[in-house]
């Protein structure tokens, strides 16, 4: 099969398209020809070698998968060869033709979702859920700002508050993102290049300053979020690329949290939780991954480069 391997860390260029042995289901595992592989910003951070996850190499990228099973081993019984999946995380990566996976990592993949956006359901959508239902515990009424929201996670979870009830606040970098944002449910949309916009997100607060806030760039804007946040207003980090300095006494005086988390390390109850959470949501439409990009596989290194660009618009996929 045609795959991607990486056989040192580094930029880009490491990424080698190559011809390898497909490999073969085990007991307990199974075999999905992969159609379509999403691009997260963390596989560039994996393959720099610069994350917190470093794996053995050489190794093929990719969490985020979907496609058809091919075929399963001994003991599985949850799926058949010929069902649609989406994966979970892989144990050879989803940056391939196929992709073995334990039993426990393939999921339905609802009919009214094409392959490509099932490549962008589990670390954006899982993301979002696990922010809005198990880490803040978002309740309608409530205010959200997602400060990043026209990407992969920042969509997701425009759609999931929206559908929630929630008040949403959503930023983008581009018209065109700010389009995508408010179309998918935000009900006000700010610009995060524009100077003044922090204020402008307080005045539409009220002056008040919003309940929660999703944070896809902590580094730059953790240390301003706390300034935005309402009385018992939560902060959680989704994402960061640097350190910050902040003034505590903007989280004293508001009674404010700031919470954070990686998809990685959440339990097995939780994962179990958001599998069935999302599964209802794109059967019933309130999900619906946005895919930007289409790439052949054979591109995987341009979408490392531009999935790290500005201009995000939901999801960069592969199709191998
Ligand atoms: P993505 O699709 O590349 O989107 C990046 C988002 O960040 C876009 O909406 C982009 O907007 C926005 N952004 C750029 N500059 C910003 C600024 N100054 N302030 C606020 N937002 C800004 O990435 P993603 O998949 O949504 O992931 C977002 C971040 O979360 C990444 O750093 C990722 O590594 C991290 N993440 C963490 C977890 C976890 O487990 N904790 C899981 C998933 C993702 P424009 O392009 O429109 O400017």
């Not at 408010?182 to 009220?206: D, Q």
């Not at 596989?297 to 500005?310: C, F, G, I, S, Y």
Request: no cysteine; proline share 5%; hydrophobic share 40%.
């Amino acid at each position: 099969m045609k795959a991607i391997l990486v056989h040192e860390f580094g930029g880009p260029e490491v990424l080698k398209f190559e011809e390898i042995p497909t490999p073969r289901p085990a007991a307990g595992q199974v075999l999905v020809r992969i159609h379509a592989a999403g691009v997260n910003p963390y596989d560039t951070y994996m393959r720099n070698g610069t994350y917190a996850i470093k794996p053995a190499l050489p190794y093929t990228p990719g969490s985020d998968g979907a496609g058809v099973v091919e075929a399963v081993g001994e003991g599985v019984k949850t799926v058949k060869a010929g069902d649609r999946v989406y994966v979970a995380k892989t144990l050879t990566g989803a940056y391939a033709e196929y992709a073995l996976t334990l039993e426990s990592q393939v999921h339905p993949l609802p009919a009214k979702i094409t392959y490509a956006q099932g490549a962008g359901v589990w670390v954006p959508y899982g993301t979002a859920y696990h922010a809005l239902y198990q880490g803040t515990r978002a309740r309608a009424a409530e205010t959200v700002l997602i400060h990043g929201a026209s990407g992969g996670v920042g969509i997701a979870a425009v759609q999931m508050a929206h559908a929630m009830g929630l008040i949403v606040f959503g930023t983008a970098g581009t018209e065109k993102g700010l389009e995508l944002v408010k179309r998918e449910g935000a009900h006000h949309v700010f610009n995060h290049t524009e100077p003044g916009y922090l204020e402008e997100i307080l005045k539409a607060s009220s002056g008040i300053g919003v309940d929660l806030i999703l944070e896809m760039l902590a580094n730059v804007n953790l240390d301003q979020d706390l300034k935005l946040l309402a009385r018992h207003g939560r902060v959680v980090v989704i994402g960061s690329r640097g350190d910050v300095s902040l003034s505590p006494r903007d989280l004293m005086t508001r009674r404010g949290s700031i919470l954070a988390f990686t998809l990685w390390g959440i339990t097995e109850a939780e994962e179990k939780e958001i599998h069935a959470g999302l599964f209802a949501g794109l059967e019933n439409g309130t999900l619906r991954p946005i895919v930007g990009k289409e790439l052949p596989l054979a591109e995987a290194r341009r979408a490392h480069k531009e999935v790290l660009e500005p201009g995000a618009f939901g999801k960069i996929v592969l199709l191998p």
